[in-house]
């Protein structure tokens, strides 16, 4: 059983940083893609990052060249790099992992953690 637990959410103002961290479980790293998902209130869970077994990586262009994704695969940790924060990344922050090659839509996601709420005040 893969099991997810986010960390490091946070309030910040405009231009700060945060660092998310999701704490896996039961699964293996070379075999499973993971991502990280967000939800502002009212709308739809959108994908901004995904991580593929083999280390490819495949961002939104919402946070393009702003947020990286990594992964301590020893330590089962997977992170979110998020510098120069906008008012417009509010949201809850998800983790999401499912087996196989990755995809964008979260409905292809079995696994995911319980998120880390990000607010982003200007």
């Known amino acids: 059983q893969v099991q997810l637990v986010e960390s490091g959410g946070g309030s910040v103002q405009a231009g700060g940083s945060l660092r998310l961290s999701c704490a896996a479980s039961?699964?293996?790293?070379?075999?499973?893609?993971m991502g990280w998902f967000r939800q502002a209130p009212g709308r739809e869970r959108e994908w901004i990052v995904s991580?593929?077994?083999?280390?490819?990586?495949i961002y939104a262009d919402s946070v393009k060249g702003r947020f990286t994704i990594s992964r301590d695969s020893a330590k089962n940790l997977l992170y979110l790099q998020m510098p120069s924060l906008k008012p417009e990344d509010t949201a809850m922050y998800y983790c999401?992992?499912?087996?196989?090659?990755?995809?964008?839509?979260?409905?292809?996601?079995?696994?995911w953690g319980q998120g880390t709420q990000v607010t982003v005040s200007s």
């Open positions: 999401a992992a499912r087996g196989g090659v990755c995809y964008r839509s979260p409905e292809w996601y079995m696994y």
């Open positions: 991580i593929s077994g083999d280390g490819t990586t």
């Open positions: 039961g699964y293996s790293a070379r075999t499973y893609c």
